[in-house]
């Protein structure tokens, strides 16, 4: 909670509740999802002071936005280097903690001093296998056969 003290916010009950919502948040919500968690709680609270809040957060670093879901941003309360592998059917996002050893050779980065790089991962998770087999064969877009 310390480290989303010094947003440039005033920390609302409203706001609080939030970073509450965020920390340790592994399920990688929209702002839409924060939304509904946090309006049970707060149901005057409108969307639009979510959306202000994760951009404040994102500004500072206290969040990650991520773009690996083409339909909605997500948001990463965890910030350290780490992957995701997202699921085509459900679009559950879970982290890959793994470390790759990936370099741009030189004729390729025109000079650029590389300080990061971020992988996505598509894939089926397993209840959406349960739920229709044919996917294990068929992963859907992003395939090669
Ligand atoms: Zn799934
Ligand atoms: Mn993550």
């Known amino acids: 909670m310390k480290k989303y003290r010094?947003?440039?916010?005033?920390?609302?009950?409203q706001r609080l509740s939030i970073f509450?919502?965020?920390d340790g948040n592994t399920e990688h919500?929209?702002?839409?999802?924060?939304?509904?968690?946090?309006?049970?709680?707060?149901?005057?609270?409108?969307?639009?002071?979510?959306?202000?809040?994760?951009?404040?957060?994102?500004?500072?670093?206290?969040?990650?936005e991520l773009t690996i879901d083409?339909?909605?941003?997500?948001?990463?309360?965890?910030?350290?280097?780490h992957h995701h592998l997202i699921c085509l059917q459900c679009k559950r996002i879970v982290d890959i903690m793994s470390?790759?050893?990936?370099?741009?050779?030189?004729?390729?980065?025109?000079?650029f001093k590389v300080v990061g790089n971020h992988i996505e991962f598509y894939g089926i998770c397993r209840l959406c296998m349960k739920k229709k087999p044919h996917l294990k064969k068929n992963g859907g877009k992003n395939e090669r056969s």
């Open 6 to 13: 010094a947003i440039g916010l005033k920390l609302t009950p």
């Open 20 to 22: 509450d919502y965020l």
């Open 70 to 81: 083409a339909d909605k941003k997500r948001f990463d309360p965890n910030t350290a280097l």
């Open 99 to 111: 470390v790759y050893e990936i370099s741009i050779p030189d004729s390729e980065k025109m000079d």
């Open 29 to 64: 919500p929209s702002a839409e999802d924060i939304y509904r968690a946090v309006s049970k709680k707060f149901p005057t609270m409108s969307f639009a002071t979510v959306y202000n809040t994760l951009e404040a957060l994102k500004k500072k670093g206290n969040v990650l």
